[in-house]
């Protein structure tokens, strides 16, 4: 560990500012030395100077380690139960909200609290979330490390001198004591981890975990709740907007193309990840990115590639201890390795970040079953389904164990920062693409012609010629035929894209296992939807059989395995005008 001589320490905050808030008072913060907003230099200067294992790297990123959590702890999260909200949140078997009482919260922001001060420094980031100047609210983070200040400094919204000089009282806070375990005999804890939102308090408390991104998605998952109930919609999805002022909301899981689909470089990037949709439009909730990492390459991803630079968090990342140049490549310490930047950082940044009503919606799956269609145009209940479904695939080699397809649903793309129920957010989705005209897509980035294993990915050009056409307005004007199961709407062309390939049908050499792939995955969405049965509590009998409409209608499997490809034809349609 480097020592850092004290005439170099950066000045110290006066502890006022802090001392004086309320939430200082009712916890019994009271720290040692304080820094605040330092920028990013001092901060470099700090987590060298006390924090094994960080190091610049060759582009002059802070390449850091967050220790033995190098992603979320989604089973570790709770969030505290109180009469005051109980009634709105989304609680049972299926719901990512693990309950917790006021009084164990309490018990844990007292260790948290207790760490903290017996710190010799702690760091506070003072900063917005929401670029909607009628949404923005106030987050203060109290934490251990100078690399979690740098990486919040990143992933707020940073605020002018002046604008910090008069933020007083925060509207929420976070106490990053992760460095500290949870105690794992207290009620409600399972490991010594725990991560803790209480809506009462108006704080999250994390213990027994440094991984970075429990703060960014602590926020994200607070959003959930805030904005919706203010009839705001918080999605989680990137966004772009061409010369025209036309939005588009991009939402996809990992490995679906959802950051490179995005990422268009004749459309400036609102945001990549949190955005929320509004009665003036939609906003970024963030003022940065946090990029997966691992394979990164300047020729696919330059935007993200050329974002690596000073200030820039690497985290978990393998280098060369000699040159520091990055091996994105490498899964040494984990996969899941992440980059922060500040939004400012990608060239294309669309600043402020905010936008018109989206134009259009885009769900991105990747299909690994090959047997959705490339693109589909979505009726308003289809786009409910598909946006509660959240669908994607893993192929052989993403995990161990997995040797062939297998489906993956996250309702609303992200079902672990749920705070209601999926149906409030696709039916607040759908009231806003009805009033302003919204179209949905259903784009397939996964295989065609055959499953992983026996056809093909199908290629980022011909999914990128797909995107154009939805943009340039091709697509309004195409002709659609109909799908069998899940009676999704087909182009009968798009430019730049070979016609047989539209069709998945087409180009499967063996139709009667076609029939039974594509009738099976539909088994899949009916079978996954039976965790929203209680929907109906929360947006009425009548949406949520009317949601339940937009889904597939699969034969009974031996039906199929019967007649094969026969059993499906019948549900072929004719040629629908555009």
Known sequence: MLRYASDNMPACADGKFLMDSHFAKESGLAPRQVFRNLPPSQLYELALAFEPGTHITSTGALATLSGEKMGRSPKDKRIVRDPETEKDLWWGPYSPNYVMDDRTFLTNRERAIDYLNTLDRIFVVDAFVNWDPASRLKI????????????????????????????????????????????????????????????????????????????????????????????????????????????????????????TLSADPKRPLIGDDEHVWCDTGVFNIEGGCYAKCIGLKRETEPEIWNAIRFGTVLENVDYDPATRLVDYDSQRLTENTRASYPIEYISNAHIPCVGGHPKNVILLACDAFGVLPPVSRLTLEQAMYHFISGYTAKVAGTEVGVKEPTATFSACFGSAFLMLHPYKYATMLADKMSHHGTRAWLVNTGWTGGKYGVGKRISLQHTRAIIDAIHSGELERAAYVSTPIFGLQVPAQVTGVPAEILSPEKVWSKKNEFASTLNHLGHMFVNNFQCFSDGDAFVGVDMAARILTGGPSPLPEEVVAKTGFGAITAALAPTIPA
């Open 140 to 259: 203060r983070v109290v934490t251990s490390r100078a690399y979690h200040a740098l990486f919040m400094h990143n992933m707020l919204i940073r605020p002018t001198p002046e604008e910090l000089e008069s933020f007083g009282e925060p509207d929420f806070v976070i106490y990053n004591a992760g460095a500290f375990p949870a105690n794992k005999y207290t009620n409600f804890m399972t490991s010594q981890t725990s991560i803790d939102l209480s809506l009462k308090h108006k704080e999250m408390v994390i213990l027994g975990t440094m991984y970075a991104g429990e703060m960014k998605k602590g926020v994200f998952t607070l959003m959930h709740y805030l904005m919706p109930m203010q009839g705001k919609l918080s999605l989680h999805s990137g966004c772009n907007v061409g010369a025209a002022g036309d939005v588009t909301l991009f939402f996809g899981l990992s490995g679906t193309g959802k950051t």
